[in-house]
């Protein structure tokens, strides 16, 4: 069974997001996409400053069986991209609720309309059933 928290929001791609301070908030794959994809070999991420819209492809993310679109969940800029993982990929695998987030971004909407277009945990849970 996939870890699911309660704390975060879903997309129906299979990413997560989670506020960090004032407007930012963190993005990642969720443990159910993580499983699916297999062991993550590879990370490819937007350039910090980007411009991203909801639905966009901000990236992929290779494993050993296929490789993965990245979807930004939200709208806005990026801030930060998780450099780790370029030399510790798999540390999506092993954490992708700590430290194998991917990209930080600064939305450009208010937070409770951004997050309110998104799943809550149990809505994510029925989808990924």
């Not at 937007?46 to 296929?66: F, L, M, N």
């Not at 930004?72 to 987030?101: A, C, F, H, M």
């Not at 309309?113 to 799943?119: F, M, P, V």
Request: contains cysteine; hydrophobic residues 40%; aromatic residues 6%.
């Amino acid at each position: 069974m996939s870890e699911i928290r309660e704390q975060l929001r879903y997309s129906d791609e299979h990413e997560w997001v989670l506020q960090t301070e004032g407007s930012k908030v963190l993005v990642g794959i969720t443990d159910h996409a993580q499983c699916q994809l297999g062991d993550i070999v590879f990370v490819e991420y937007p350039e910090v400053g980007a411009a991203v819209s909801a639905g966009d492809s901000i990236g992929t993310i290779e494993s050993v069986k296929t490789v993965s679109e990245l979807y930004s969940p939200v709208s806005g800029r990026i801030t930060k991209v998780n450099s780790t993982l370029i030399d510790q990929p798999e540390l999506i695998n092993s954490e992708p609720y700590d430290g194998g987030w991917i990209v930080e971004v600064e939305l450009e909407e208010g937070l409770e309309e951004a997050l309110g277009k998104l799943l809550a945990a149990e809505a994510y849970a029925e989808l990924i059933k």
